[in-house]
């Protein structure tokens, strides 16, 4: 038997969200003590029940991604990246890998709310757990706004805020009555999505204005631009966070999780660069680092004017399911912190008929519809930037510290994601890094207070 074990394939030991009772006790030494605990299905009154597929998984994280990086991500990426929009395009996209296998690896393993927040927690300490927690729950939450702000400007323009925060009441309601609603809206929004894309797409590359000289790189390509251009595009690309944060409510996460991470990321990348390359021929690196509405402008460029409404309805609805994804990976991460009493602990009750966390999910969606009615989209979209890269080098640092047995990934891919998530998240614009820095040396200086407070008699 012995000379046959190294032929047994991994298999994650199985994981249950810790109570609080459990981290202050003795009765927690590690992962591998607790095989005969219940799974998060267990019935417990505070959990949640496994309901989604793999199918509903890569949509859900299709929806998270595909609606920020088409309509909100590529002009200003064109901007500072120039004529080598495509290389940084693909930078981030190995970047995206990295932290997606990192991140598949750790829910194998940690399948309960939380993604980064409980990796970083189990295998480096709590404090680099919450701020993980930290980074995700400000920096999305910025990112909820800015796609509503997105909404209200394709669909109502001069009431834009409005619109914003009207469209967080209303996705707040649907994740309220159940994550399977949620999960079967996306379906559809991602499938109206993906069918404008086409169209823009085939409009553009059978247009007599497409010129492939247009992709040509010039001496507008600096590598500074690059870097840049680079966290700008891996915003768009982090969607798949909303798979691992949803971990405790999908069906055998040990196999889903790592299938449906790469799916959606894949796919998202392959819808990314047809579009990228479709817009470069038309509307050319300058054209396209000076639009407004890159998607727009280019059907109108490509002489498809009965596209443009279609494209505006395209964009709204993409960035109502991107919308839609955040306040779930959001309120998700904020029920795990609030299990920890890192937040509120009323924030950890979940609902006896919807089994959604309504309380967090309340919360999550009033302080989103209060940025949404009074913040810019484009501060808002910096500032998150910085914090998802933050968010995603601390569960690269954790992927590191698996072993083997515990199915540990190629060394060189935590490696990579997160030295990669460090020079791009200071390679941004440097109102975006020092307002960054700050918010997360607050969030630090917050645990380090409560922490002492603690210890005292």
Known sequence: MQGRASHVPFKPIPYRARRPAERRGRTWQGVTNVSSN???????????????????????????????????????????????LLFALALAAVIAYCNATSSARLAALYPASGGA??????????????????????????SCA????????????????????????????????????????????????????????????????????????????????????????????????????LGEEVRDPARTIPRAIPIALGIALVVYAVVAVSVLLVLGPD?????????????????????????????????????????????????????????????AAVHPRFKVPHRAELLVGAVIAIAAGSTDVREAIGFSSFGVLAYYAIANASAMTLTPAEGRPARFIPVVGLTGCLVLAFALPQASVITGAAVILVGAAAYGIRRATARRP
Do not use: C
């Open 287 to 347: 054209g396209l680092a000076a639009a407004g509405a890159p998607l727009t402008q280019t059907a109108q460029a490509a002489g498809a004017h009965w596209l443009v409404p279609v494209v505006r309805g395209g964009a709204a609805i993409a960035a109502l399911g991107y919308l839609l994804a955040l306040i779930l990976g959001v309120s998700r991460t904020t029920l795990a912190m609030a299990r920890d009493h890192h937040l509120p602990h009323a924030l």
């Open 117 to 142: 927040y409980v990796y970083g927690r189990e295998r480096l300490g709590e404090f680099w757990g919450y701020l993980a927690g930290w980074a995700f729950v400000v920096g999305k939450s910025a």
């Open 38 to 84: 219940p799974s998060p299905a267990a019935g417990l009154p505070d959990e949640l029940q496994r309901r989604l597929g793999a199918g509903d998984a890569v949509v859900i994280g299709l929806g998270a991604m595909v609606g920020a990086g088409i309509f909100a991500s590529l002009a200003p990426a064109a901007r500072a990246a120039g004529s080598g």
């Open 146 to 245: 800015a796609m509503a702000l997105t909404v209200g400007a394709y669909l109502w323009p001069g009431h834009a805020h409005a619109v914003a925060v009207a469209a967080v009441v209303a996705l707040t309601a649907v994740n309220y009555a159940g994550v399977q609603k949620s999960a079967l809206l996306t379906r559809v929004i991602v499938a109206v999505v993906l069918a404008v894309l086409a169209a823009v797409v085939v409009a553009s590359l059978t247009s007599g204005t497409a010129d492939t000289s247009r992709l040509d790189i010039g001496s507008d390509a600096t590598a500074g631009g690059v870097l840049q251009a680079a966290g700008l595009l891996f915003f768009a690309f982090a969607g798949y966070a909303r798979i691992a944060t």
